[in-house]
């Protein structure tokens, strides 16, 4: 008789619809780029992009006005942290997406999904990690030197300030933002369909070029 084990299936392995900056490796389940960043979004002119599509992203519909967005906190066009540090995104008129670690998904929506039984209103909460794009851009020519590029949005610091958040085109993709700065240096999150996220991403590496854009593998602080 054949020995069990070896007919052992190897653990699933999810990919990002990005194509990872050599070299790859395994975490938590994803194959993510290791390359290491040529800088940091904190040195002066540093540009970086990066691929978040690993985050955990869940989507709740509800009534603007009710217990599900009280409990949030966060309304249209705004974004902020919970106390359990994940980013709260007030993306459309009764819309919203809660981004948070690689493998919370599953937490996330049964917690939004319990809280949604005591709102009479109709509630919807549904996990889109997989079925989105999700990229990083950070450094201090983020805006003027590559949305204001791809997009017609005001990026400048009364439009467009820490914590805003829109829908727009971006290459012609509808792309939704978040400015959510990370040690004082400007950061935008960037994501859209699961179909058009290399050409997105591809989009922001071309239109960042002439300012040595640094396309690298996600760290710990870009999340």
């Known amino acids: 008789m054949a020995d069990a084990a070896a007919f052992e299936m190897p653990a699933p392995v999810a990919r990002s619809p990005i194509r990872p900056a050599g070299p790859v490796r395994v975490v938590d389940g ?3 780029s290791q390359r290491a960043s040529a800088g940091t979004a904190s040195s002066s002119g540093a540009l970086r992009l990066c691929d978040l599509s690993f985050l955990a992203k869940v989507s709740l519909r509800a009534p603007m006005q009710g217990p599900m967005a009280e409990r949030l906190g966060v309304g249209l066009g705004r974004a902020a942290r919970d106390g359990a540090g994940r980013l709260v995104v007030g993306s459309g008129p009764g819309e919203w997406m809660v981004l948070g670690s690689p493998g919370a998904a599953g937490a996330i929506v049964g917690e939004l ?13 549904v996990d889109l990690t997989h079925g989105r794009a999700l990229v990083r851009l950070s450094g201090p020519d983020a805006a003027v030197g590559v949305l204001c590029k791809l997009c017609a949005l005001d990026f400048s610091e009364r439009a467009f300030p820490d914590g805003s958040a829109a829908r727009s085109s971006v290459a012609a993709v509808v792309t939704d933002m978040v400015r959510d700065d990370r040690e004082g240096v400007r950061s935008y999150l960037l994501h859209c369909e699961r179909s058009s996220g290399q050409y997105l991403f591809d989009a922001l590496a071309d239109a960042g ?4 854009i640094d396309v690298c593998g996600a760290t710990d602080k870009d999340w």
């Open 209 to 212: 070029r002439d300012y040595g």
């Open 113 to 125: 999904e319990a809280a949604a039984a005591s709102d009479p209103g109709l509630t919807s909460v």
């Open 30 to 32: 994803w194959e993510l």
